[in-house]
C-alpha cells in the first residue's frame, strides 16, 4: 500500500493567495525531501528536512517537518503564477526506502 | 556533464517488444535511481544503484524489468516483452556519495506501447 500519503490531490487558487500541501506517513520517516515538477518537466529538489520539528523557509516557501516525523507540510504565501506545477513530497523510510507522495497538483488563476 | 541525460526522449513500441533506456548521471554521482511515473501520477521507485553494491531491486514490478549499471557510470533500464501498462515516462535520477541525498533528475524518456 501507499507509504506516504499526500493530500489534496488538486488545488486551485487565486494569485495572490496562500497554498499548503501536506503529507503523511503511519510510519516514523528518516527525513523528507520536497520535489516541484512543473507540467511537461521533471521533478526537482527544493529541500530536506532531517531534525524533528524543523521549519525551512525558501522565500515565500515554509517547509515543515512534524514532531513525530511522521507529517510534513509545504506552505506558499501569496501564490504566483511561476508556482504552478505538481509539488511531491518524498519520505525516507529506513535506510534504503524513500517512498514519493502521489503529488499536489498546483494551479495559480492569475 | 550539466546534468543527468536520458536517451531516447520519446519511444514507441509495438506491443510484446523488448526496449532498453539508457541514463546518464551526473559525473561524481556515485548513487542512481530509476523511477516509473504514469501519466497524473506520483513517482514509483523501480531500482537503485550504489557504487559498487548490489542493486536494490525490491521495486520492480515484474521480471520483466531489468536495470545494469556500468560502474558509477551509465546505466540501461530494460523492459522485455512490453505490455500497454508499461506505458509511462521513465525518469532516472542521481545523487552524490551518499544513499537518497538530494536527487537530480533526467528528463526522462516517455514510453508509449502500442
Known amino acids: 500500500g501507499q507509504q506516504v500519503m499526500q493530500i489534496p490531490q488538486y488545488q486551485h487558487v487565486q494569485e495572490g493567495e496562500d497554498f499548503t500541501t501536506y503529507c503523511n506517513s503511519s510510519?516514523?520517516?528518516?527525513?523528507i525531501q520536497w520535489y516541484k515538477q512543473r507540467p511537461g518537466g521533471h521533478p526537482v529538489f527544493l529541500i530536506q528536512?532531517?531534525?524533528?520539528?524543523e521549519v525551512k523557509k525558501q522565500k515565500r516557501l515554509t517547509f515543515q517537518f512534524g514532531e513525530a516525523k511522521k507529517n510534513s507540510s509545504l506552505h506558499i504565501t501569496a501564490t504566483q503564477t511561476t508556482d504552478v506545477g505538481t509539488y511531491f513530497c518524498?519520505?525516507?523510510?529506513?535506510?534504503?526506502?524513500?517512498?514519493f507522495g502521489t503529488g499536489t497538483r498546483l494551479t495559480v488563476i492569475p | 556533464g550539466a546534468g543527468v541525460s536520458q536517451s531516447p526522449s520519446n519511444k514507441v513500441t509495438e506491443k510484446g517488444k523488448d526496449v532498453e533506456l539508457r541514463c546518464d548521471p551526473i559525473?561524481?554521482?556515485?548513487?542512481l535511481y530509476w523511477y516509473r511515473q504514469r501519466l497524473g501520477q506520483g513517482l514509483e521507485f523501480l531500482i537503485y544503484?550504489?557504487?559498487?553494491?548490489?542493486?536494490?531491486k525490491s521495486g520492480l514490478p515484474s521480471d520483466r524489468f531489468s536495470a545494469e549499471r556500468t560502474g558509477e557510470s551509465v546505466s540501461t533500464l530494460t523492459i522485455q516483452r512490453t505490455q500497454q501498462e508499461d506505458s509511462a515516462v521513465y525518469l532516472c535520477?542521481?545523487?552524490?556519495?551518499?544513499?537518497?541525498?538530494?536527487?537530480?533528475f533526467g528528463p526522462g524518456t516517455r514510453l508509449t506501447v502500442t
Open positions: 559525473s561524481g554521482h556515485t548513487a
Open positions: 510510519t516514523t520517516l528518516s527525513n
Open positions: 535520477a542521481s545523487s552524490l556519495v551518499l544513499s537518497w541525498n538530494e536527487q537530480y
Open positions: 528536512l532531517v531534525k524533528s520539528g
Open positions: 518524498a519520505g525516507q523510510i529506513g535506510a534504503n526506502n524513500l517512498f
Open positions: 544503484f550504489q557504487g559498487n553494491s548490489a542493486p536494490d
